[in-house]
């Protein structure tokens, strides 16, 4: 049986982002604008099958309709975002967990796939400051949130 509660990922594009947690992933990430923070757009994204980008053929090709949304992406942003927050089902524990490494590594967490989908780099950077932010927030709101510095991407996040 899978634990209700999903880990978080941190991609880091800038030191300043707030966001506000609640039980249901229901995030929102402000950009800076004078004195005033406009909100961001929050998005569901499924990731598809596995390493999907990275394979050739008809199951590639499956996820075509994915990968045109994905594109379509940035277009329906007020402006490029300096962080991103990944809720991933993929990652989970006992409670929440807020990935807080500098330099996160990759998971592999799937199987049957050609051998140099075992060998993909992902080097985004996390934000240790934006993690220990995004943990304050949800202690602040009474939910339980601790940092890992070991854990890496998994295929739903890169």
């Known amino acids: 049986m899978h634990s209700p509660m999903a880990r978080l990922q941190l991609f880091n594009f800038s030191e300043q982002m ?12 402000g950009v800076n604008v004078g004195a005033m923070t406009r909100r961001q757009p929050v998005f569901f994204l499924s990731h598809g099958g596995g390493p999907w980008p990275w394979l050739d053929g008809d ?3 499956d996820f075509d309709w994915l990968e045109a949304s994905l594109q379509a992406l940035p ?25 807080s490494a500098a330099r996160p590594g990759m998971v592999y967490d799937y199987y049957g796939f050609p051998e140099h989908t075992y060998a993909i780099s992902y080097p985004a950077p996390g934000s240790p400051q934006i993690a220990a932010r995004v943990i304050e927030l949800g202690r602040a709101a009474g939910i339980p949130i601790a940092a890992d510095p070991a854990r890496g991407f998994d295929h739903g996040t890169f």
Do not use: I, K, M, N
Request: negative net charge.
């Open 75 to 99: 277009a329906q942003l007020p402006e490029a975002p300096r962080a991103v927050l990944a809720v991933s089902g993929h990652w989970e524990a006992e409670g929440f967990t807020v990935s």
């Open 59 to 61: 199951f590639r090709r």
């Open 18 to 29: 707030d966001a506000t947690l609640s039980l249901c992933p229901c995030l929102y990430f």
